[in-house]
């Protein structure tokens, strides 16, 4: 054969591979894997809130069921619930508490002085009175 022929067979070998992993992340996307039904407008009761990697092999989870949170281990060969029944924040006083982003790094960097740096850390609008 022919070093032209080989080149065809790689390249058409390269471009099936492409199309599959194309197809694979665009099925993950429409959330063909996800088979569960739900309602219009239904509120989701399970969702995972943070994921904190440990090592390459084990990683923290903290999973929110039902305005209740679960703490778990999650490792090669086994899983571990550290803690169940925490109190989930409400996510709209959390926010609030936080501020904006623009302000937390205002206050971070100094460049906010007086009342402003009060008013940025107690969440409010940072804006002269």
């Known amino acids: 054969m ?3 022929t080989y080149m065809r067979f790689v390249l058409t070998l390269l471009f099936v591979l492409a199309l599959i992993g194309v197809l694979a992340w665009l ?3 429409a959330g063909l894997g996800n088979r569960v039904a739900r309602t219009a407008g239904a509120r ?3 969702s995972v809130s943070e994921v904190s990697v440990i090592d390459g ?9 039902d305005e209740v949170e679960h703490l778990i281990l999650l490792g090669p060969q086994k899983d ?3 803690e169940t029944g925490i109190p989930a924040p409400e996510p709209a006083d959390d926010a609030v508490k936080q501020g904006s982003f623009k302000q937390q ?3 971070k960097m100094g460049k906010v002085s007086g009342s402003r740096r009060k008013r940025a850390k107690s ?5 002269k009175a």
């Open 44 to 46: 989701r009761r399970l």
């Open 27 to 29: 099925a993950r996307r």
């Open 80 to 82: 571990f619930l550290v």
């Open 105 to 107: 790094m205002a206050v």
């Open 2 to 4: 022919e070093t032209e």
């Open 123 to 127: 969440g409010a609008s940072g804006a």
């Open 57 to 65: 092999k084990r990683r923290l989870v903290l999973v929110r069921r």
